[in-house]
C-alpha cells in the first residue's frame, strides 16, 4: 500500500514537471514572437514614415483644456526622413509609441505657446526619445519663454536621467544625448514670418498669431518641394494667419463652435455658476470659430482645412456634421478632414 502512494507520487510530480517544462517552452516561444513580431512592426512603420518620397502628417493629439476622449495637442509631419513634432500635450509621449512612431529619431519639437494643453507631456517627449535609443541632438523650438520652459522641465528630469544611465550604463543610454537644446525666437508682430528651421530643403517659418493675452504666441508654415502645411496654434480670427495660410496645401487648425460654447456659459449662468459662465465667456475672445475659419481658408485659398483641437470635442456623424462640417463648408469648398487620434494623412512628393 505504502509503495503504491509512493508510486503515485512520483508520478504526480513526473506529471507536474512536463506539463511546466511544457508551459515553460509554449511561453518562451510566445515572448520570443510577441517580442518578434512588434519589432517586425515597430521597423516596418517607421521605414514607411522616414520614407522620402512623401511628406506624412499624423495627428497625434486633437484635443484641448477641457475634457474630452482625445490626447492634447500635438501634430507630427515626417518629411524628407526628419521626424518633427508640433506641440506636445498631455498623453502625447504614449500616444506616438502606441501608433508605432519612431519616437527615437524625433529631432525637432516646434511649441506654439505656453498654454499646458501645449507643452504638458514636453518633459516625456524629450525624455522617452531618449529612453528608446535617440542618439542625436533634440532641439525645442519657441517663442520667447521657451528656454525657461525647458529648462524647468530638464532641472525635474535631472534625477531621472542619472538613474537611467547609471543602471544600464552609458553605451546604452549615452548622456550625451540625454536632454535637449532650445532655439528660442522672437516672432514678428507684424504679421510677416521668420525661418526658424532649415534642414535638407525642409523650411519652417513661425508667424505671429492672435491669442492675446497669451503672448508670444505662433503659428508654423513648413515648406519642402513645393508643398505647404500651416499649423495655427491657438489663435482668434485673424488676417496673420489667413496671410500665412495663403495657397497652402494643408492648414492644420484649431476650431471652436462659438454659438455652443456661448450655450455653455448660459447654463452655466443659469444654475449661478458664475464662475464656469466667466471661463465659457472668455475663451470665446481668442479662439477662431468653425464659420470664420470656414471664410478665412476659403479667401486664403487652403486647399484641404483639416481641424483639431476642437472646441468643444464632439463624435459621431451627426454632431460632427452640425458642429463643424455645416458651418465652415457654408463657405469653404476645398477639401476638408475632421481630425481625430491617429489620424495620418499622406502627402505625394513630386
Ligand atoms: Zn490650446
Ligand atoms: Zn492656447
Not at 517607421?46 to 486633437?62: N, Q, R, S
Not at 500635438?74 to 526622413?81: D, K, L, P, R, Y
Not at 522672437?186 to 514670418?193: E, H, L, M, N, W
Request: aromatic share 10%; proline share 4%.
Amino acid at each position: 500500500m505504502k509503495s503504491n502512494q509512493t508510486k503515485s507520487l512520483y508520478f504526480n510530480i513526473l506529471f507536474l514537471s512536463v506539463c511546466l517544462l511544457t508551459l515553460s517552452c509554449s511561453w518562451d516561444r510566445f515572448v520570443i514572437s510577441r517580442v518578434n513580431e512588434s519589432t517586425i512592426v515597430k521597423a516596418k512603420a517607421a521605414k514607411e514614415l522616414l520614407d522620402k518620397d512623401k511628406i506624412t502628417i499624423v495627428l497625434t493629439g486633437t484635443g484641448s483644456p477641457l475634457p474630452s476622449e482625445s490626447i492634447q495637442n500635438s501634430t507630427a509631419i515626417f518629411v524628407n526622413g526628419q521626424f518633427l513634432v508640433f506641440d506636445a500635450g498631455d498623453g502625447v509621449a504614449m500616444a506616438m509609441e502606441k501608433l508605432n512612431l519612431p519616437v527615437s529619431e524625433i529631432t525637432s519639437v516646434f511649441i506654439t505657446h505656453f498654454h499646458s494643453d501645449h507643452f504638458a507631456d514636453l518633459g516625456e517627449v524629450i525624455d522617452r526619445s531618449w529612453l528608446l535609443g535617440r542618439q542625436k541632438p533634440l532641439t525645442i523650438h519657441g517663442p520667447k519663454g521657451i528656454s525657461d520652459l525647458v529648462n524647468g522641465f530638464l532641472k525635474s528630469y535631472q534625477s531621472e536621467f542619472y538613474y537611467r544611465t547609471k543602471h544600464h550604463g552609458d553605451a546604452v543610454m549615452p548622456s550625451q544625448w540625454k536632454g535637449a537644446k532650445t532655439n528660442e525666437f522672437a516672432p514678428k508682430s507684424d504679421g510677416s514670418s521668420k525661418i526658424v528651421y532649415e534642414k535638407d530643403g525642409v523650411i519652417v517659418y513661425a508667424f505671429y498669431v492672435n491669442h492675446v493675452p497669451v503672448e508670444p504666441a505662433v503659428g508654423y508654415r513648413l515648406e519642402y518641394k513645393g508643398k505647404s502645411i500651416v499649423i495655427s496654434g491657438d489663435t482668434a480670427d485673424s488676417e496673420f494667419l489667413k496671410k500665412q495660410s495663403f495657397g497652402a496645401d494643408y492648414l492644420i487648425s484649431e476650431v471652436m463652435n462659438k454659438s455652443m460654447i456661448a450655450k455653455i456659459e448660459t447654463a452655466y449662468d443659469s444654475i449661478n455658476n458664475s464662475r464656469l459662465s466667466k471661463i465659457m465667456k472668455d475663451i470665446q475672445l481668442y479662439h477662431i470659430d468653425a464659420f470664420e475659419l470656414g471664410n478665412l481658408a476659403e479667401e486664403a485659398k487652403v486647399k484641404t482645412l483639416v481641424l483639431t483641437h476642437m472646441i468643444p470635442f464632439v463624435s459621431g456623424y451627426v454632431q460632427t456634421k452640425a458642429i463643424y462640417k455645416d458651418p465652415i463648408q457654408k463657405v469653404y469648398h476645398g477639401d476638408l478632414i475632421i481630425g481625430h487620434d491617429g489620424k495620418r494623412i499622406e502627402i505625394p512628393l513630386p
